[in-house]
């Protein structure tokens, strides 16, 4: 590993991930011209993921684990994997979030820390210029364009992917909106966004390429979609109910 330029600390949530765990922190430990510190945040594996994260954070330092032993969901995981991010010293420059089954690119990191500031979140876009989808069938591309504008009407979020959770978030932005965060599925995506925008905070994105999990299932079901749609139109009303409460006074 690279130990020149800015520290970024990258938080993968994992559940029954062993077939990818190890070659994705093995690619995040060659990445050049950064200093990356990996977060592992499981859920529960049982299929011998803990076991390679553990062996690795032996010997590496920069590997950290948090074993949490059982399913609470993906935005308590990310929420986990910020806060300790946030309580190293140093603190990293960057927090990169990212999925563990490679279906997101590490190579794909310095793009967006390239693009990055202390005020801004960055996405690893699918949905602009130059983004593309591999491996997805004809029904997870239009529940995907749905969600998407779902969450840019009702969220308010000036972006075309709103739910790729491959992030690179400048270090200020995460202190400041980290402690009013509650999602704990995968509204988790949306609702950081729709903060970030609130409170005036620069949304960016870069093309990246998705590869669709060769392995194991899609951790997305039904219930995470529809409650992906509540907290996008929950976010919508929050809005707009301060905006009538000012318009009265």
Same mark, same amino acid.
């Given at each position: 590993?690279?130990?020149?330029?800015?520290?970024?600390?990258?938080?993968?949530?994992?559940?029954?991930?062993?077939?990818?765990?190890?070659?994705?922190?093995?690619?995040?430990?060659?990445?050049?011209?950064?200093?990356?510190? %990996?977060?592992?945040?499981?859920?529960?594996?049982?299929?011998? %993921?803990?076991?390679?994260?553990? $062996?690795?954070?032996?010997?590496?330092?920069?590997?950290?684990?948090?074993?949490?032993?059982?399913?609470?969901?993906?935005? %308590?995981?990310?929420?986990?994997?910020?806060?300790? $991010?946030?309580?190293?010293?140093?603190?990293?420059?960057?927090?990169? %979030?990212?999925?563990?089954?490679?279906?997101?690119?590490?190579?794909?990191?310095?793009?967006?820390?390239?693009?990055?500031?202390?005020?801004?979140?960055?996405?690893?876009?699918?949905?602009?210029?130059?983004?593309?989808?591999?491996?997805?069938?004809?029904?997870?591309?239009?529940?995907?364009?749905?969600?998407?504008?779902?969450?840019?009407?009702?969220?308010?979020?000036?972006?075309?992917?709103?739910?790729?959770?491959?992030?690179?978030?400048?270090?200020?932005?995460?202190?400041?909106?980290?402690?009013?965060?509650?999602?704990?599925?995968?509204?988790?995506?949306?609702?950081?966004?729709?903060?970030?925008?609130?409170?005036?905070?620069?949304?960016?994105?870069?093309?990246?390429?998705?590869?669709?999990?060769?392995?194991?299932?899609?951790?997305?079901?039904?219930?995470?979609?529809?409650?992906?749609?509540?907290?996008?139109?929950?976010?919508?009303?929050?809005?707009?109910?301060?905006?009538?409460?000012? $318009?009265?006074?």
């Amino acid at each position: 590993m690279d130990g020149a330029g800015p520290n970024v600390c990258v938080v993968i949530p994992t559940l029954n991930e062993t077939d990818t765990i190890g070659e994705l922190i093995a690619e995040l430990s060659k990445l050049e011209n950064i200093h990356v510190k %990996t977060i592992i945040v499981d859920d529960g594996s049982t299929d011998g %993921t803990l076991e390679i994260v553990e $062996a690795t954070s032996w010997w590496d330092d920069d590997v950290h684990l948090i074993n949490r032993k059982r399913k609470l969901g993906l935005g %308590t995981a990310i929420r986990a994997g910020i806060m300790r $991010a946030l309580e190293f010293d140093p603190p990293p420059d960057y927090i990169v %979030t990212m999925d563990g089954d490679l279906s997101h690119d590490p190579q794909a990191i310095p793009l967006l820390v390239d693009m990055c500031d202390g005020e801004s979140v960055i996405i690893g876009s699918r949905y602009v210029e130059g983004g593309e989808i591999r491996g997805w069938n004809a029904s997870r591309h239009i529940i995907s364009r749905g969600a998407n504008i779902v969450a840019r009407v009702f969220g308010r979020i000036p972006a075309r992917d709103c739910t790729s959770g491959f992030r690179c978030y400048g270090v200020d932005l995460k202190r400041a909106i980290a402690p009013d965060l509650n999602a704990s599925g995968y509204d988790i995506q949306i609702e950081v966004l729709s903060e970030a925008a609130r409170r005036g905070f620069r949304i960016g994105e870069v093309p990246i390429v998705f590869r669709d999990r060769e392995n194991g299932d899609s951790k997305l079901d039904v219930t995470q979609i529809l409650k992906y749609a509540m907290t996008s139109f929950g976010l919508f009303m929050h809005s707009y109910s301060k905006k009538l409460a000012a $318009a009265h006074r």
